[in-house]
């Protein structure tokens, strides 16, 4: 299909991405890039020459999108060695290439690079868009600001105090990140470092938090240890990853920001399932977090919390194409699937800072969706039954398959 190509999916389920009820009998014009309509099949406009795809059985809803992955990660190498994004920018780029090639064919069509080696992925999100790289929409963090000797700082700009913090953000929206990733404890995956320490201060957090904000950018914090979190969100960072241990004072204070928070929960799930293969030190840490990662995430959604979703990708035994996986451990871990969807279109465009143009299946919007065999808002894993990705329009993944031609 070509941008100009009119393209109607007829008596289909409709998921909208905003959570309400599931639309039986609706059909959905594309054209060009966007959603030109919505409504029920029996009043779908003639168009002249479109085709015509069947959705009879099938669920279409907003293109997925993974807020947290790592596409320079190799994941056989990660498995292999627990060294998740060493390397070359070479390698990464190749690996990247890869990556997100098995991104796309699962439906995600929008991924966040959250922290690559020298910031390589600024440039792959650039070629994407070019078109010189198939795959989803990047948006890309460049490099992770770290204190010194802090979890990932073999990905990371080093720096101390609010001015140093304060610079390194600086020189991160230079080389042209989307959004700003900041470390408020240390990892599971930097060897020496603990993910129950607290790595920056809160006048430290904020320095970024002040810079990102005044250049017009979103900012987010790993922060596992129950510390870092309440730091990142008193600091006012847009969203956190991981937050495997939150108190109730963490989720109120959660709350009363609006603060996101994306658990990433399979990272940790992924590597406490293969801890035999990977380094000991590596699996001791993950052990502290694989209980607290599920409590934590129950009871923020209980109080309401908003989730995002993200994998983490790229980590051990956690490959690119396994946002399902996630959406499937959100679901067993306390979660409705219709909220859990809404994770991974609705509230993840808010956090991509789209919800204009991604995230529903709405007049006007973008046309990123997914049209999966079976009904996900029942079944979560639905979603792992792709027929067809659109992407601005144009086909991703699988085949048109038309039923014929209108008018």
């Known amino acids: ?34 959603i030109s309509w919505v409504g029920p099949a029996a009043q779908a406009p003639e168009v002249p020459g479109a085709r015509v795809v069947d959705g009879t059985g099938r669920t279409l809803l907003p293109g997925l999108m993974n807020n947290h992955v790592h596409l320079g990660a190799d994941v056989a190498e990660s498995a292999r060695s627990g060294d998740t994004l060493a390397g070359s920018v070479v390698e990464a780029t190749v690996h990247a290439t890869n990556n997100l090639r098995e991104t796309i064919a699962t439906g995600v069509t929008s991924v966040r690079d959250c922290g690559s080696v020298e910031g390589f992925a600024i440039e ?3 070629l994407v868009e070019r078109g010189v790289i198939p795959g989803p929409r990047v948006q890309a963090a460049g490099r992770v600001i770290t204190m010194t000797g802090g979890h990932g700082h073999f990905i990371g700009r080093q720096a101390d105090g609010p001015w140093g913090i304060a610079a390194a953000t600086r020189a991160e929206l230079k080389c042209g990140a989307d959004f700003i990733k900041i470390m408020s404890t240390g990892g599971v995956l930097t060897k020496g470092v603990s993910p129950l320490q607290t790595a920056l201060h809160v006048e430290e957090l904020a320095a970024a938090v002040a810079e990102a904000h005044n250049a017009g950018k979103r900012i987010t914090s ?106 499937e451990l959100m679901v067993e871990f306390g979660m409705t699937p219709v909220q859990a969807l809404v994770a991974a279109t609705s509230t993840s465009a808010v956090n991509f800072d789209l919800a204009d143009e991604l995230g529903t299946v709405a007049e006007g919007r973008l046309a990123d969706l997914l049209l999966v065999e079976g009904d996900p808002t029942t079944s979560i894993s639905a979603v792992r039954d792709v027929v067809l990705v659109l992407k601005g329009g144009e086909v991703a993944h699988g085949a048109l398959d038309p039923v014929g031609a209108a008018g």
């Open 222 to 327: 790993h922060a596992i240890g129950g510390q870092g979190v309440k730091n990142a969100i008193l600091a006012g960072l847009d969203s956190i990853e991981h937050a495997c241990f939150m108190d109730d004072e963490a989720i109120q204070l959660a709350l009363d920001r609006g603060t996101i928070i994306v658990p990433t929960l399979i990272a940790v799930r992924r590597i406490a399932d293969n801890g035999d293969s990977l380094p000991a030190w590596m699996y001791e840490k993950v052990m502290l977090e694989a209980e607290a990662s599920e409590r934590s995430f129950r009871a923020a959604v209980a109080a309401g919390v908003t989730i995002a979703c993200g994998t983490d990708a790229g980590t051990p035994y956690n490959p690119h194409g396994e946002l399902p996986g996630e959406l």
């Open 1 to 34: 299909m070509t941008s100009q190509s009119p393209l109607l999916i007829s008596s289909v389920a409709v998921f909208d991405g905003t959570g309400g009820p599931l639309l039986p009998e609706h059909s959905v014009l594309v054209e060009g890039d966007r």
């Open 124 to 126: 792959v999100r650039d």
